[in-house]
T-cell receptor, first 114, second 115 residues
Framework: ETGVTQTPRHLVMGMTNKKSLKCEQHLGHNAMYWYKQSAKKPLELMFVYNFKEQTENNSVPSRFSPECPNSSHLFLHLHTLQPEDSALYLC?????????????FGPGTRLTVL | AQSVSQHNHHVILSEAASLELGCNYSYGGTVNLFWYVQYPGQHLQLLLKYFSGDPLVKGIKGFEAEFIKSKFSFNLRKPSLQWSDTAEYFCAVNALSGSARQLTFGSGTQLTVLP
Protein backbone atom coordinates (compact mmCIF):
# COMPACT_ATOMS: atom_id res chain seq x y z
CA GLU A 1 0.00 0.00 0.00
CA THR A 2 1.39 3.41 -0.91
CA GLY A 3 0.50 6.97 -0.05
CA VAL A 4 -2.14 7.72 2.55
CA THR A 5 -4.81 5.15 3.36
CA GLN A 6 -7.96 5.58 5.39
CA THR A 7 -10.35 3.04 6.88
CA PRO A 8 -13.21 2.58 6.81
CA ARG A 9 -14.17 4.25 3.54
CA HIS A 10 -17.81 4.51 4.60
CA LEU A 11 -19.31 4.60 8.09
CA VAL A 12 -22.87 4.92 9.28
CA MET A 13 -23.38 5.42 12.98
CA GLY A 14 -26.04 6.42 15.45
CA MET A 15 -25.68 9.38 17.74
CA THR A 16 -24.94 7.17 20.74
CA ASN A 17 -22.28 5.03 19.04
CA LYS A 18 -18.53 5.19 19.49
CA LYS A 19 -16.38 4.59 16.44
CA SER A 20 -12.89 5.38 15.24
CA LEU A 21 -11.44 6.46 11.91
CA LYS A 22 -7.96 5.30 11.02
CA CYS A 23 -5.34 6.90 8.80
CA GLU A 24 -1.96 5.49 7.85
CA GLN A 25 0.73 7.13 5.75
CA HIS A 26 3.46 5.18 3.99
CA LEU A 27 5.48 8.21 2.88
CA GLY A 28 7.84 8.68 5.82
CA HIS A 29 6.22 12.01 6.69
CA ASN A 30 6.28 13.66 10.11
CA ALA A 31 3.10 15.70 10.06
CA MET A 32 -0.49 14.46 9.82
CA TYR A 33 -3.79 16.26 9.55
CA TRP A 34 -7.52 15.70 9.87
CA TYR A 35 -9.88 17.73 7.68
CA LYS A 36 -13.66 17.82 7.43
CA GLN A 37 -15.24 18.28 4.00
CA SER A 38 -18.93 19.12 4.05
CA ALA A 39 -21.05 19.60 0.95
CA LYS A 40 -20.70 23.07 -0.61
CA LYS A 41 -18.22 24.18 2.07
CA PRO A 42 -14.44 24.56 2.07
CA LEU A 43 -12.28 21.91 3.64
CA GLU A 44 -11.99 22.65 7.33
CA LEU A 45 -8.78 21.84 9.15
CA MET A 46 -9.54 20.02 12.40
CA PHE A 47 -6.23 18.85 13.89
CA VAL A 48 -2.52 18.93 13.09
CA TYR A 49 0.10 16.61 14.51
CA ASN A 50 3.82 17.21 14.02
CA PHE A 51 6.18 14.48 15.24
CA LYS A 52 3.22 12.93 17.17
CA GLU A 53 2.53 16.19 19.03
CA GLN A 54 -0.75 18.01 18.46
CA THR A 55 0.05 21.50 17.22
CA GLU A 56 -3.36 22.68 16.05
CA ASN A 57 -6.90 22.20 17.27
CA ASN A 58 -9.29 24.38 15.38
CA SER A 59 -11.97 24.68 18.05
CA VAL A 60 -13.19 21.18 17.29
CA PRO A 61 -15.93 19.85 19.60
CA SER A 62 -14.76 17.35 22.20
CA ARG A 63 -16.90 14.62 20.64
CA PHE A 64 -14.01 14.35 18.15
CA SER A 65 -10.87 13.03 19.82
CA PRO A 66 -7.66 12.57 17.81
CA GLU A 67 -4.85 10.19 18.63
CA CYS A 68 -1.43 9.96 17.03
CA PRO A 69 0.54 7.01 18.45
CA ASN A 70 3.39 7.45 15.94
CA SER A 71 4.24 9.48 12.86
CA SER A 72 2.62 6.95 10.54
CA HIS A 73 -0.76 6.52 12.21
CA LEU A 74 -3.54 8.92 13.07
CA PHE A 75 -6.93 8.12 14.56
CA LEU A 76 -10.08 10.12 15.03
CA HIS A 77 -12.26 8.76 17.82
CA LEU A 78 -15.93 9.64 17.52
CA HIS A 79 -18.59 9.60 20.23
CA THR A 80 -22.07 11.06 20.66
CA LEU A 81 -21.95 12.71 17.25
CA GLN A 82 -24.69 14.87 15.78
CA PRO A 83 -26.30 14.55 12.33
CA GLU A 84 -24.52 17.76 11.25
CA ASP A 85 -21.24 15.91 11.73
CA SER A 86 -22.04 13.87 8.62
CA ALA A 87 -19.29 14.68 6.11
CA LEU A 88 -16.21 13.37 4.35
CA TYR A 89 -13.27 13.19 6.75
CA LEU A 90 -9.92 13.49 5.05
CA CYS A 91 -6.53 12.64 6.43
CA UNK A 92 -3.36 14.17 5.01
CA UNK A 93 0.35 14.03 5.69
CA UNK A 94 3.38 16.12 4.85
CA UNK A 95 7.12 16.18 5.42
CA UNK A 96 7.00 18.45 8.46
CA UNK A 97 4.25 20.96 9.15
CA UNK A 98 5.98 23.87 7.40
CA UNK A 99 3.71 25.90 5.20
CA UNK A 100 5.59 25.11 2.00
CA UNK A 101 5.31 21.36 2.34
CA UNK A 102 2.86 19.69 0.00
CA UNK A 103 0.16 17.75 1.76
CA UNK A 104 -0.78 14.30 0.48
CA PHE A 105 -4.38 13.30 1.02
CA GLY A 106 -6.10 10.00 1.65
CA PRO A 107 -9.36 8.98 -0.01
CA GLY A 108 -11.45 9.97 2.98
CA THR A 109 -14.07 8.33 5.17
CA ARG A 110 -17.67 9.15 4.26
CA LEU A 111 -19.43 9.45 7.63
CA THR A 112 -23.19 9.47 8.05
CA VAL A 113 -24.65 10.12 11.49
CA LEU A 114 -28.26 9.04 11.89
CA ALA B 1 -8.20 35.12 9.74
CA GLN B 2 -7.32 34.34 6.15
CA SER B 3 -10.03 33.32 3.70
CA VAL B 4 -10.07 32.01 0.16
CA SER B 5 -12.76 32.75 -2.41
CA GLN B 6 -13.42 30.72 -5.50
CA HIS B 7 -16.03 32.58 -7.49
CA ASN B 8 -17.28 29.81 -9.73
CA HIS B 9 -18.94 26.83 -8.10
CA HIS B 10 -19.61 24.92 -11.30
CA VAL B 11 -18.09 25.52 -14.73
CA ILE B 12 -19.10 23.64 -17.89
CA LEU B 13 -16.89 23.90 -20.96
CA SER B 14 -16.24 21.97 -24.13
CA GLU B 15 -13.04 20.17 -25.03
CA ALA B 16 -10.39 22.48 -26.51
CA ALA B 17 -11.90 25.49 -24.76
CA SER B 18 -9.62 27.59 -22.57
CA LEU B 19 -10.04 27.67 -18.81
CA GLU B 20 -9.55 30.29 -16.17
CA LEU B 21 -10.69 29.66 -12.60
CA GLY B 22 -10.59 32.55 -10.19
CA CYS B 23 -9.10 32.44 -6.71
CA ASN B 24 -8.77 35.40 -4.36
CA TYR B 25 -7.47 35.37 -0.82
CA SER B 26 -7.59 37.81 2.04
CA TYR B 27 -4.25 38.06 3.81
CA GLY B 28 -1.78 40.88 3.67
CA GLY B 29 1.40 39.05 4.53
CA THR B 30 3.58 36.57 2.69
CA VAL B 31 1.65 33.57 1.44
CA ASN B 32 2.19 30.21 -0.16
CA LEU B 33 -0.45 29.34 -2.75
CA PHE B 34 -1.67 26.00 -4.02
CA TRP B 35 -4.14 24.48 -6.43
CA TYR B 36 -5.35 20.97 -5.66
CA VAL B 37 -7.48 18.79 -7.92
CA GLN B 38 -9.81 15.92 -7.14
CA TYR B 39 -10.66 13.70 -10.10
CA PRO B 40 -13.83 11.60 -9.79
CA GLY B 41 -13.25 8.78 -7.34
CA GLN B 42 -9.68 9.83 -6.60
CA HIS B 43 -7.75 11.55 -3.82
CA LEU B 44 -7.07 15.25 -3.63
CA GLN B 45 -3.71 15.83 -5.30
CA LEU B 46 -1.47 18.82 -5.83
CA LEU B 47 -1.76 20.50 -9.23
CA LEU B 48 0.75 23.31 -8.69
CA LYS B 49 2.13 25.63 -6.03
CA TYR B 50 3.72 29.05 -5.65
CA PHE B 51 6.25 29.93 -2.97
CA SER B 52 8.41 32.68 -4.42
CA GLY B 53 10.09 33.83 -7.62
CA ASP B 54 8.37 33.79 -10.99
CA PRO B 55 4.69 34.55 -10.35
CA LEU B 56 3.68 32.36 -13.28
CA VAL B 57 3.90 28.76 -12.16
CA LYS B 58 3.40 25.65 -14.22
CA GLY B 59 1.91 22.45 -12.91
CA ILE B 60 0.99 19.03 -14.13
CA LYS B 61 -1.20 18.28 -17.17
CA GLY B 62 -0.64 21.67 -18.83
CA PHE B 63 -2.09 23.78 -16.02
CA GLU B 64 -0.56 27.06 -14.93
CA ALA B 65 -1.43 29.77 -12.43
CA GLU B 66 -0.43 33.38 -12.03
CA PHE B 67 0.11 35.04 -8.68
CA ILE B 68 -0.86 38.73 -8.81
CA LYS B 69 0.04 40.13 -5.43
CA SER B 70 -1.68 43.49 -5.94
CA LYS B 71 -4.95 41.71 -6.67
CA PHE B 72 -4.55 38.98 -4.02
CA SER B 73 -5.28 36.51 -6.77
CA PHE B 74 -3.95 33.15 -7.94
CA ASN B 75 -6.03 32.21 -10.97
CA LEU B 76 -5.70 28.80 -12.61
CA ARG B 77 -5.49 28.53 -16.39
CA LYS B 78 -5.27 25.93 -19.11
CA PRO B 79 -5.26 26.90 -22.80
CA SER B 80 -7.00 23.81 -24.18
CA LEU B 81 -9.11 21.51 -22.03
CA GLN B 82 -9.47 17.78 -22.33
CA TRP B 83 -12.41 15.65 -21.26
CA SER B 84 -10.17 14.09 -18.61
CA ASP B 85 -9.83 17.49 -16.89
CA THR B 86 -13.32 17.02 -15.46
CA ALA B 87 -12.72 17.31 -11.71
CA GLU B 88 -13.13 19.54 -8.71
CA TYR B 89 -10.45 22.18 -8.26
CA PHE B 90 -9.50 23.71 -4.93
CA CYS B 91 -7.42 26.79 -4.31
CA ALA B 92 -5.55 26.91 -0.98
CA VAL B 93 -3.50 29.51 0.84
CA ASN B 94 -1.00 29.15 3.66
CA ALA B 95 0.06 32.33 5.42
CA LEU B 96 3.59 32.53 6.76
CA SER B 97 3.17 34.95 9.64
CA GLY B 98 0.77 35.66 12.44
CA SER B 99 -1.47 33.00 13.90
CA ALA B 100 -2.96 31.89 10.59
CA ARG B 101 -0.27 29.49 9.39
CA GLN B 102 -2.57 26.70 8.40
CA LEU B 103 -3.69 25.71 4.93
CA THR B 104 -7.02 27.38 4.17
CA PHE B 105 -9.03 26.02 1.24
CA GLY B 106 -11.61 27.61 -1.00
CA SER B 107 -14.97 25.93 -1.44
CA GLY B 108 -13.94 24.38 -4.75
CA THR B 109 -14.99 24.66 -8.39
CA GLN B 110 -16.54 21.69 -10.13
CA LEU B 111 -15.33 21.65 -13.74
CA THR B 112 -17.22 19.57 -16.30
CA VAL B 113 -15.60 19.23 -19.72
CA LEU B 114 -17.95 18.08 -22.44
CA PRO B 115 -16.54 15.86 -25.21
Amino acid sequence: ETGVTQTPRHLVMGMTNKKSLKCEQHLGHNAMYWYKQSAKKPLELMFVYNFKEQTENNSVPSRFSPECPNSSHLFLHLHTLQPEDSALYLCASSQGAASYNEQFFGPGTRLTVL
Amino acid sequence: AQSVSQHNHHVILSEAASLELGCNYSYGGTVNLFWYVQYPGQHLQLLLKYFSGDPLVKGIKGFEAEFIKSKFSFNLRKPSLQWSDTAEYFCAVNALSGSARQLTFGSGTQLTVLP
